[in-house]
Structure formats: structure tokens, C-alpha cells
């Protein structure tokens, strides 16, 4: 993409780019592209109720304990990748997602204002919220003035590939493995290893397996617009 660009990453939750394509991030932060990672379901930081029921198994106590402290780490794996934060206070399902598209709508377009490429998920989208938010984008896709790529949820989409399933993304684009360098790989890993919250509910082995796989082949899943 163009250097003097900026690029956003649409994530679902408070992790999900960073563990998809945390070194792809890297890599353009430091050509000098502009990186911005967009959490739409980034929770609510005063919420005062009881945790829902992913963060209750994460260990946390509330519901606002949790978006804080997934808030902060978020923050501190984009520092480690060179991308800034961004974060839409929408409840994931767990917290019952919003019902109004169109004011999700508004706020993802003040929030991915002015880029020149945007990156939303595109493979496996079995996550609810994943599909969900997948679905809005293309819905919308013609009220984009710019680029549109996709890039494969991980873990998810390597397991499904593991099952046999083939890596397709919602448009005409192909999913290709995106070379990076092993700096970038191994800042990715620094940067998802500070969503501390998280690791042990997605599964440690699951991710350190999708991490080795991507440092074997040398890249990440991305379908970009050429
Ligand atoms: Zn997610």
C-alpha cells in the first residue's frame, strides 16, 4: 500500500487483529504506514455489572474490571507492534450486541476515517461477533471510499484449515500468505503475549501452534486488493 497511507484494522474484540496480523501490522508500521487497530466490541469501561460469560471465565469479577483491564492490554500490544489504538464501546454477545446497525455504522466510519486500506475479518467468521461485524462491512461496502482486504481470524482459521476447510474470503479477493520479516513475527508474539487475560482461554498450544506455522511459512493470511 501506499507508505504515506494509513491502514486499519477492524478487530472484533480486544485482540483479534493483533493475533491475526499482528507482524502484517508491524511490517507496514515500520515502512511507515500509519497503522490504527478499531476494536468495535471493545465492551463498556464504567459498565457496573456482572462480568458476561467469556470475561467471567477469563477471571474476571465485572463487567467493567474486564473492559478496563483488556483495554489496557490492548493498548500495550499495540505500542509493542507500532499501531494506535482505538476502541468503540459496543458489547460483545456475550453483554447482548447492539441492535442498531446503522449507529455501529457511524461510529466504524468516524473511526476509519481518512485510511487508504481497511482490513476487516474474513475467514473462518464462525465467532458470532466476527460474522457479525464481517456481514455490516460488506453490507455497507459501497458508502467506502477506499480499499477493502480481509484478513484469516486466528486461531480459528487454522484450525478450520486443519479440518480441511479452504480459505475463502467474502469477495473475489484470494487469501495469500503475506511474507513478513522474522522481526515482524517475533514482535507479533511479544505483542499477543500481553493480552494476558486471554491466553489461557483461547488456548496456549492453539496459539503458540498458529504462531509456529506462520514463522514456518513465513507469513499471515491476508486477501488484499491489488
Ligand atoms: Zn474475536
Redesign the pocket.
Known sequence: MSRSGTLVAL???L??AV?SIGAFLHLEARRGTGVRVVTV?ANDPAATGPAGSWDAMCGFASAGAAARARRTEDRRACAVIGAEPHWLAYG?ESYGRPTDDDDVWRAIQGAVAGCSLLVV?GFPLR?A??AWLAELVLRRRTELPFALGFYA?QP?ARAALARGQKALAPSRLEFERVPTAASDRLTKVRAAAQYRSQLRALGMSRLVRTFAEEWLRGGELLALPS
Request: no cysteine; aromatic share 22%; net charge negative.
Open positions: 478487530s472484533p474484540h485482540d483479534d493475533f466490541f460483545d475479518p465467532q461477533d466476527h481470524e480459528y
